[in-house]
């Protein structure tokens, strides 16, 4: 027909067969074993995208989601469209560790912000972004139910509490010298948690 | 569950702003409200998808009758989206409360829409608008920045999607999730930033993309063919019936100085539900196309000159009498049920000759008349509404979704929404494989075989009730002793697995529902293929069942109309055989012709007479031989020998090129007529705009031949050309004009 606007053309959605899979062995294994848990397998959906935020180094990149669809039997957009719902699932590159800092009511009142402020000078960036050397994410979340000991800001799996500028650079000291992926650690913690002793790999 | 098939449901009493309703129970209330013509504004609830209630816009005020008389009114509004109808539901939809909570929803909605209706497509037809201009409030109060994200984003060739104007109903990605079933669209995101798109922005390559424009309550996805080309207040919309394909839809044609600009579903729930398919949708633009034939030509050596009707008709005459009787005629798919009929007579009455065809498939014999004979039903069996009440639809050697696109979505929709089974046998990679249970990929020309092997192993998975209703199992028994999985396996490719398998469920379902293609209608032993696909459904006890039987898929447009209007050298209309002496006797008199007595040649006999000179006139009336037959080659030599050849075509076509004289005709849009599905559903389309230059509508060209060489007087319109029909071909005694109305009915 005439009068149709040309625009650039969209890349089409990739074909199975040119999917880059990537899920290693134990994660191919883990993923069995979770699919045995639900009815269905579009059920297993968020813990297989733990698996692919673990396997793929953090975050979910676009081979990832189209590795979970295609484990799964769904489509690319729905995949897409529950791993943007969550914010745990990352979707742009993280450093080691992510610092989640609380500026919800009570940490607000005890100094949130002045932490998180505290720590966008020393590592010189900037809120959802990661210093050069692949170390820090910052990040600033809701309430991490430890109003009691505010202000708080977790790390991995692990809270830090009662926050001062001054324990603030010591955990910075501290967190480098540690060569743990806790990003990567902290999505393996939600696969296992799924799975029941005798289903892990290693005990097969 | 299969939905069944007339079930006579239950009514409950419901009051609706204080008039008592009678509905079905369990309808949803806002579906009751439109029987009493009250208006529930709504977004996100659309007919043919499941309710999500979104959107809370259809809010009403409900309570319950108490066995005292009096009413219980719940405390909050509730979506009567999501409503159901039981005893005793007392509603009302225009009070104080609900007009302050329209106000409300609305103002959020509009929050951060854009407001551009001035550019908008969808400015003039758009339920926000209408919603806004009748519940919304007259003022924003809404004074800070609006939400900014991409304008005129291409999702495809078709489609293009504007987020700002999106108000996340969810309609697109309900259709995709549960209608087409490919789920392209997801949300992304979350809270403001909700978003509908495909995943990482891909192409939304969807076959039934274009539905998501029309089932948008916004402007967010339009059309990118008819951006900017018309207002909705300048456009002439006509019905109609699609032409691309025999599955039938309904469409609604929208024309702008008399000139088509877009195509948009038209409600029929027995056949398209809301949907149209992209083939139809936007690849049906042929009546503009440039090579349109606008008036008569008679080729002049290697020229073409322009002459006049009168001349033409007189030319086409004075060579049919030449020729002394070895005239051939072959009409084409997209011609209507009248154009058809009165192709034949004027060939059959005026022209003397039954060499009368509109096959150009591989084989052709009569498949039907064997599955009729066998199986006492039409060689389609069922209509759509059977492929939800079935268990399993069996898809046999048919590219669905190419050449039934509606069939292919209704048959996706009845997987998802009613668990029907679905399994297909087809050579090469096919569409209903993905939601397949079980998929025999045969290796090509497997088919008999194949077959054969499911018989196998159904003589063993059968009940034995079954096989005794069968009577001939020991024969069968015998017959594909020999067609033992394994051998199968070798002989198609298909594992033996795979193959009891199919086997098994095949003999699990309570019916099935085959729906045989194109491999079929091209086999060189088609006659076989069928004879076995007939003993798979008498052996399953199908036949019987009204849900369940055998379908023997027509590929062209009207194929099966040019078949019923007796398009056939062996048949006249109403599928009565011409050597039949009072059947010709009653044409004879209804028409006051003699009728030749003898069987005609088909399609392949009237090229090989050609070549040989039998025949010295071919008239290919909407036929385009040289491309769609299945063996183009001896089409084209066959036209090449020919003395003088007709043809009468919309388009300037391959085979038109070999044409001694042109007569240009009308598309169906510049025509009025009715079409035949593959359910033998007959469907008129009105005509739409004037025809193009000199052009005819085809039934009006044999008329005006009909009228010059017998002196006799022709139908004046198509009305009374389908009068006629109605009167001398039984099976469409019930479809006058009258009758059929807008949605059609099912010849008898």
């Not at chain 2, 504007?162 to 969810?170: A, P, S, Y």
């Not at chain 2, 009940?463 to 199992?473: D, G, H, K, N, V």
């Amino acid at each position: 027909m005439d009068g149709v606007i040309r625009i650039t053309e969209r890349p089409r959605p990739p074909r199975p067969e040119e999917l880059n899979l990537r899920f290693s062995e134990k994660a191919v294994k883990e993923l069995e074993a979770l699919l045995t848990h639900y009815p269905d397998k579009k059920s297993a959906l968020l813990p297989a995208l733990w698996i692919a935020q673990r396997e793929y180094g953090g975050h979910l990149t676009a081979d990832a989601i189209a590795e979970v669809a295609y484990r799964l039997q769904r489509s690319y957009a729905e995949v897409e469209g529950v791993a943007t719902f969550y914010t745990m699932y990352n979707k742009v590159p993280v450093g080691k560790y992510m610092l989640e800092v609380c500026t919800n009511l009570t940490c607000m009142l005890c100094g949130g912000y002045r932490i998180l402020e505290h720590l966008q000078q020393r590592l010189g960036i900037q809120l959802g972004e990661t210093t050069p050397d692949g170390m820090f994410t910052l990040a600033e979340v809701e309430c991490l139910n430890n109003c009691g000991d505010a202000p708080v800001m977790q790390v991995g799996d692990v809270y830090y509490r009662r926050l001062t500028p001054e324990k603030v650079d010591a955990l910075l000291e501290e967190l480098r010298k540690g060569d743990e992926h806790t990003v990567v650690k902290l999505a393996d913690a939600e696969v296992q948690m799924h799975l029941a002793e005798w289903e892990r790999p290693e005990n097969q | 569950m299969p939905k069944p098939k007339n079930v006579e449901p239950n009514l409950v009493t419901i009051e609706i702003n204080g008039i008592p309703l009678q509905v079905p129970e369990g309808e949803l209330l806002v579906e009751a409200a439109k029987r009493l013509d009250i208006d529930i504004p709504i977004f996100c609830y659309h007919k043919y998808m499941k309710p999500v209630g979104m959107c809370r816009m259809c809010l009403v005020e409900v309570g319950t009758k108490m066995p005292d008389g009096t009413v219980r009114k719940m405390p909050k509004p509730q979506a009567s989206c999501t409503l159901p109808c039981t005893e005793g539901l007392v509603v009302w939809t225009e009070t104080e409360q609900l007009v302050k909570d329209r106000r409300a929803v609305l103002e959020f909605l509009l929050i951060n829409h854009p407001l551009d209706c001035p550019i908008c497509d969808r400015g003039g037809e758009c339920p926000l608008q209408n919603n806004t201009q009748f519940y919304g409030p007259s003022t924003s109060r809404y004074i800070e920045i609006k939400r900014h994200l991409p304008k005129a984003f291409p999702l495809s060739k078709y489609v293009a999607l504007d987020l700002e104007r999106c108000i996340q109903c969810g309609r697109c990605v309900r259709f995709t999730e549960e209608v087409s079933g490919d789920a392209q669209l997801a949300f992304l995101f979350r809270g403001a930033q909700m978003q509908p798109h495909t995943f990482q922005l891909t192409e939304f390559t969807s076959r039934f993309s274009g539905n998501v424009i029309e089932i948008c309550p916004v402007g967010a996805l339009t059309s990118r063919t008819y951006r900017f080309r018309a207002r909705p207040w300048d456009i002439v919309t006509q019905k109609t019936i699609c032409s691309m394909c025999p599955n039938g839809c309904n469409l609604y044609l929208d024309s702008r100085s008399g000139k088509m600009v877009r195509i948009n579903a038209r409600e029929n729930p027995a056949v398209n539900e809301t949907w149209t398919c992209d083939k139809g949708k936007f690849e049906q633009s042929y009546m503009h196309a440039p090579n349109r034939l606008t008036q008569p030509m008679v080729r002049r050596g290697k020229e073409w000159e322009p002459i006049r009707w009168s001349d033409a008709y007189e030319l086409l005459l004075s060579k049919v009498s030449e020729a002394q009787g070895a005239v051939a005629g072959i009409a084409g798919h997209r011609l209507s049920n009248e154009a058809l009929y009165m192709f034949q007579k004027l060939l059959r009455g005026a022209f003397q000759t039954n060499h009368i065809d509109h096959r150009l498939t591989r084989y052709q014999g009569d498949l039907q008349a064997q599955v009729s004979a066998k199986l006492g039903k039409p060689a389609t069996a069922n209509e759509y509404r059977d492929l939800e009440a079935t268990s399993l639809v069996f898809v046999f050697g048919s590219d669905l979704v190419e050449e039934q696109p509606m069939v292919f979505l209704r048959t996706r929709k009845a997987h998802r929404q009613y668990g029907v089974n679905a399994m297909v046998a087809s050579p090469v990679p096919n569409a209903v494989e993905e939601f397949a249970t079980h998929s025999l990929r045969y290796q090509p020309g497997g088919e008999l075989a194949l077959i054969r092997g499911l018989l196998n192993c159904l003589l063993d998975f059968l009940p034995a009730e079954r096989l005794a209703e069968y009577r001939e199992a020991e024969w069968l028994r015998a017959l594909v002793a020999d067609a033992t999985p394994t051998a199968t396996q070798d002989a198609t490719g298909v594992s033996a697995d795979t193959l009891l398998a199919a086997a098994r469920q095949i003999a699990e379902s309570p019916s099935m529902l085959i729906l045989a293609g194109e491999k079929v209608w091209n086999h060189p032993n088609a006659s076989e293929v069928v004879e076995a696909l007939v003993t798979l459904t008498q052996l399953t006890g199908n036949h019987l069942r009204e849900e369940g039987g055998l379908n023997l898929m027509p590929l062209g447009t009207n194929e099966q109309g040019a078949r019923d209007m007796g398009v056939l050298p062996s048949h006249l209309p109403g599928y009565r055989s011409v050597a039949d002496e009072d059947t010709r006797t009653a044409f004879e008199s209804a028409w006051g012709v003699s009728l030749p007595t003898t069987e005609g040649l088909s399609t392949d006999g009237i090229y090989q007479a050609c070549l040989s000179g039998e025949v010295r006139l071919l008239y290919l009336a909407g036929a385009n031989p040289v491309v769609d037959h299945y063996d183009p080659t001896l089409a084209e030599r066959a036209l090449r020998a020919t003395d003088f050849v007709v043809v009468q075509d919309v388009l300037m076509t391959e085979s038109a090129q070999y044409a001694d004289l042109l007569l240009p005709a009308c598309p169906f849009t510049e025509s009025e007529g009715t079409y035949t599905n593959w359910e033998r559903r007959v469907q008129r389309f009105w005509r739409a705009h004037e025809p193009l230059g000199e052009s005819k509508p085809d039934w009006v060209i044999f008329a005006d031949l009909w009228l010059k060489a017998l002196g006799k007087v022709p139908p004046f319109n198509a009305r009374e050309v389908m009068q006629e029909i109605t009167r001398l071909v039984p099976p469409y005694a019930n479809c006058t004009y009258d009758q059929l109305g807008d949605q059609g009915a099912r010849a008898l």
